[in-house]
């Protein structure tokens, strides 16, 4: 709570409703009370002020789950490479609390899956920048081929890309990258993540030979430059798609071989693996992730 307490508040406590500083702590530990009674007001009580601890407005707020757990299934999230499963947490946690009186349930997948996804939800760039400079922009497809399925789970659909999950990506070659799930990879679909996603200071998109990116405005003074994977063409001067590749190998590695399977509903794992990649040479990594949580 100490540790959690100095990554909130730095130079004390302060209200996190009205954000002021004019609190009293209660005698109750990490527990203080907001003197401006507008806040009381609001929760209902005008002459109480709102209590509130470091917990509020945090994932850890309203959960049964000791912060310590927490803490130890934060730190493992932040140094696996290729990511940490449910099941392997439940497995840890499950040990951690065994015998424990009332903590039975803190050992279950269910819980486990639950507290992971709340840490992927965390793991957002609030300062998100659109990307500028040379610009990388591909394409990938997550999912088993249709053959390999049962036949109840199988769709009828054809080709490489039939009943997989499209994942498109950018990434600045001095920058961060920014990956999204894509319903489908239509030019309408791409055109909108572009705009969104990269910004019209751009001087150089390089990208595959997918005709779409041919026909797309990248800015005033941007050029764009495409290499022909089909023909074996992956490099041509600064032009590639390598720094891309890497990140969308690590994506379907992690997915394969720690998720094995994962629904189209649920890829938030993507935002994870790019937050991760983003954040590969912090050597902070575990502390900031705390402080986004």
């Known amino acids: ?53 470091p917990l509020v407005g945090t994932i850890f707020e309203n959960t049964n789950v000791p912060l310590p757990t927490w803490f130890r299934v934060i730190f493992p999230m932040t140094q696996s490479k290729k990511g940490i499963s ?47 400079g040379v610009v990388e922009i591909d394409e990938t497809y997550v999912g088993g081929k249709e053959r390999n399925k049962h036949k109840s789970k199988r769709g009828k659909v054809r080709g490489g890309s039939g009943g997989k999950v499209g994942v498109i990506g950018a990434i600045s070659r001095k920058g961060n990258i920014v990956a999204q799930v894509a319903e489908r990879m239509d030019y309408v679909s791409i055109n909108r993540f572009v705009e969104e996603a990269i910004s019209k200071k751009v001087s150089l998109v390089a990208t595959d030979g997918e005709q779409n990116y041919a026909y797309m405005y990248y800015g005033p003074n941007a050029k764009h430059e495409a290499v022909n994977h089909a023909k074996g063409e992956y490099m041509r001067g600064n032009v590639h798609t390598a720094n891309l590749d890497a990140f969308r190998a690590l994506l379907k590695r992690g997915i394969v071989g720690t998720f094995h399977q994962v629904s189209k509903k649920y890829l938030l794992y993507v935002n994870e693996f790019a937050w991760r990649h983003d954040n590969r040479r912090n050597p902070d990594i575990f502390r900031d992730v705390l402080a986004a949580c």
């Open 1 to 53: 709570m100490e540790f959690l307490f100095s990554l909130k508040w730095q130079d004390g406590a302060r209200c996190p409703r009205c954000q002021s500083d004019k609190v009293y702590k209660t005698a109750q530990a990490w527990r203080w009370i907001c003197k401006n009674k507008a806040c009381g007001a609001a929760n209902g009580k005008p002459n109480t002020g709102y209590r509130f601890s």
């Open 86 to 132: 449910a099941l392997q947490i439940h497995r840890m946690i499950g040990k951690q609390q065994a015998g424990k009186k009332g903590d039975a349930d803190k050992g279950t997948y269910r819980t486990a899956w639950y507290m992971l996804h709340r840490i992927r939800a965390a793991m957002q760039d609030p300062d998100f920048q659109t990307l500028a």
